[in-house]
């Protein structure tokens, strides 16, 4: 089994940025695939962004595009995700995920293993 907690998650005001970690625990992190979930009250997890077991591979929703990075630092069990021009519309509970599959995937069904999310409200 894999634990993954979220943090950095907190208020910021539109246009401002936020940096998300979520760290893992186990020695085969780097084994995985890791991905960025969103998810607003009444609506399932959309996704956010993906990172591949290198870090050399990345792929984002078009909504994120340009605003969000993430990334990984295998040494530290740690996966990021920064956040900058933040608007409201990225409001929600940010969860991180890991898959089995190499280059990770769009989709949750692709994922095994969540945290339990960090709250991002971005007011206007």
């Known amino acids: 089994q894999v634990h993954l907690v979220e943090s950095g998650g907190g208020l910021v005001q539109a246009g401002g940025s936020l940096r998300l970690s979520c760290a893992a625990s186990g020695r085969t992190f780097s084994s995985f695939a890791m991905g960025w979930f969103r998810q607003t009250p009444g609506k399932e997890h959309e996704f956010v962004a993906t990172i591949n077991w290198s870090g050399s591979s990345t792929s984002y929703a078009d909504s994120v595009k340009g605003r969000f990075t993430i990334s990984r630092d295998n040494a530290k069990n740690t996966v990021y995700l920064q956040m900058v021009s933040l608007k409201p519309e990225d409001t929600a509970v940010y969860y991180c995920?890991?898959?089995?599959?190499?280059?990770?995937?769009?989709?949750?069904?692709?994922?095994?293993?969540w945290g339990q999310g960090t709250q991002v409200t971005v007011s206007s």
């Open positions: 995920a890991a898959t089995h599959y190499d280059g990770g995937s769009l989709t949750r069904d692709g994922y095994a293993y």
